[in-house]
């Protein structure tokens, strides 16, 4: 039978400016088959996070997506408490 095994990583880098000077960070633990996603908590706090992964096939040769970039925000839940109370 033919090994189609592929093992992901996610990378991240972080930026209060939202600048292209990537640091690239491994994020988690390798994916491969049968497990598919990762949760993202962003420890740097706000600011821009990118993100690319890269896929390795059973024979070592490595794939990388694109750069996807977003601004992360991470909501304070005494103000999510309060915004509860006042409601």
């Known amino acids: ?18 600048t292209s000077n990537y640091s690239w960070t491994q994020y988690g633990k390798n994916l491969s088959n049968g497990t598919n996603s990762w949760k993202f908590k962003p420890e740097e706090g706000d600011g821009f996070y990118s993100f690319k992964i890269e896929m390795i096939d059973n024979k070592g040769t490595i794939y990388t997506s694109e750069i996807y970039t977003t601004y992360i925000s991470q909501f304070p839940l005494i103000e999510l408490v309060i915004i509860v109370i006042l409601t």
Do not use: A
């Open 1 to 18: 039978p033919e090994d189609n095994s592929v093992s992901l990583k996610l990378y991240y880098s972080y930026s209060e400016e939202n």
